[in-house]
């Protein structure tokens, strides 16, 4: 595996891979710092060997007109939408039930790993389950769909960039 993703050793150095504690340690600096990858590099490589034969940037580099196409087209025909309702329909709908809190944010992020069960992977149910909290908490932060929407695509390319994209899509198959 390619050093610089940072993945087998805490921040992509040369040295032996850092003890998780360690890891979260480092990752709680301001604005992540780049080693919050760290903490998601441990947890994969280190509990599972998951991350082992994954492709790492196969798109980008086999494939870079769907890479582009992913980039411009996802944000707007999968993540503008998944936003609109799992954000800002359940937050408006939901208020009265939920208080528009900690509740609401729990809700919003159940809601977002649930619907991502269709890819018959704990592993995508997990990464959407987290990724749906922070999503749900900016947007309660903010208030924004746009802000929500942005961190969602941002987050939602990367993945798709590094080779786990094959979670979250299995492209059309004809029956």
């Known amino acids: 595996m390619p050093r610089g993703f940072g993945l087998t050793r805490c921040g992509g150095s040369a040295r032996p891979a850092a003890p998780a504690r360690q890891c979260v340690a480092r990752s709680v600096r301001p604005a992540w710092a780049g080693s919050g990858r760290c903490v ?6 280190g509990s599972s060997g998951w991350w082992e034969g994954r492709r790492t940037s196969g798109v980008p580099r086999e494939a870079p007109l769907i890479w582009v196409a992913v980039v411009v087209l996802y944000p707007l025909v999968s993540v503008y939408p998944q936003e609109l309702i799992l954000r800002v329909f359940l937050f408006h709908r939901y208020a009265p039930l939920l208080s528009a809190g900690s509740l609401a944010v729990a809700a919003s992020a159940a809601a ?3 619907a991502h069960v269709i890819f018959g992977s704990v592993w995508s149910v997990l990464l959407t389950l987290l ?13 924004s769909l746009l802000a929500a929407s942005v961190e969602h695509a941002l987050y ?20």
């Open 40 to 45: 998601v590099g441990e947890w994969i490589d």
């Open 112 to 114: 977002f790993g649930f």
């Open 131 to 143: 990724g749906g909290g922070l999503f749900a908490w900016r947007y309660r932060r903010t208030r």
């Open 156 to 175: 939602g390319v990367l993945a798709f960039t590094i080779g786990l994209g094959d979670l979250f899509y299995h492209g059309a198959t004809a029956g």
